[in-house]
């Protein structure tokens, strides 16, 4: 077992230890190298909106000094919101953590949501935030079941994922469609679309019964709701 160090206040100390190895996942190579590029020209979400959700999940309820985990942190945005909402023991793992150095937002640790880099139980609230929809349905199972693991008995997950409302169905193919390139934005957005519908497509297409899904991954479910372009979720691993 090696300590993390914890992104946050320096003062918080250790929360969590990495399991020996537990390496780096594969990411699709195309989309690897489109990913930081589009998302910072038109998806990355504002401190603002990243704030909603957690609200909306409930985060103002749940105590600040336990350890947080950021799964699939990205650029760490969102890393930076859960700092700003004042947790001080956060520690995200992402499987390009280049993503947050290009963006000065903080040490991120190199790890696979398949194959989370924590030891079992050391994490008090996980937060996944447009994540499991970037991995293959075999690979969601796996994520979750990891999840459900680096959480205590009692710890609770907060998921934001996107939903087939019947706005996505319209969108996605419009953007998809050669009007997709009208203007700056939508070109990004296109792009993007592009490079996640291999796995975006059949996590839409089984969305409907994502609340199931966390159901068998053995969730407690204490909401879930579809709000926009997105489900929100709330989970607890049963104490
Ligand atoms: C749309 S971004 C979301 C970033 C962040 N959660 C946020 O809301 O700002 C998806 C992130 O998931 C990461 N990701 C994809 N597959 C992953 C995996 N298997 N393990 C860990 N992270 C992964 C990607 O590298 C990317 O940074």
Redesign the pocket.
């Known amino acids: 077992m090696r300590t993390l160090w914890v992104v946050g206040d320096p003062g918080a100390g250790q929360a969590a230890t990495m399991r020996e190895g537990s390496g780096?996942?594969?990411?699709r190579p195309e989309?690897?190298d489109h990913?930081g590029r589009v998302?910072k020209d038109a998806?990355?979400?504002t401190s603002w909106s990243?704030r909603r959700r957690l609200r909306l999940l409930g985060v103002d309820g749940i105590g600040r000094n336990g350890p947080v985990l950021?799964?699939?942190?990205?650029?760490?945005?969102?890393?930076h919101t859960l700092r700003g909402l004042g947790f001080r023991r956060i520690v995200s793992?992402?499987?390009?953590p280049e993503?947050a150095a290009a963006h000065g937002t903080g040490a991120v640790v190199a790890?696979?949501?398949?194959r989370?880099p924590l030891a079992s139980g050391s994490i008090d609230t996980a937060?996944?935030?447009?994540?499991l929809?970037?991995?293959r349905a075999d690979?969601v199972d796996l994520?979750l079941d990891e999840l459900r693991r680096v959480l205590r008995p009692g710890g609770t997950a907060l998921v934001?994922e996107p939903a087939a409302t019947p706005l996505r169905a319209v969108l996605d193919p419009l953007l998809r469609s050669p009007l997709g390139g009208a203007t700056r934005f939508s070109r990004s957005k296109r792009e993007m679309v592009a490079l996640?519908w291999p796995t975006l497509g059949p996590w839409l297409d089984a969305e409907p019964a994502a609340a199931d899904r966390y159901l068998g991954a053995g969730f407690v479910l204490g909401s879930f709701r579809r709000r926009g372009l997105h489900h929100l979720a709330r989970l607890r691993r049963p104490a």
């Open positions: 780096r996942g594969d990411l989309w690897r990913y998302r998806l990355a979400p990243n950021d799964l699939g942190a990205g650029d760490g945005n969102l890393t793992v992402e499987l390009q993503l790890g696979c949501a398949t989370i937060v996944v935030m447009d994540v929809h970037h991995l690979e994520a934001c996640e």
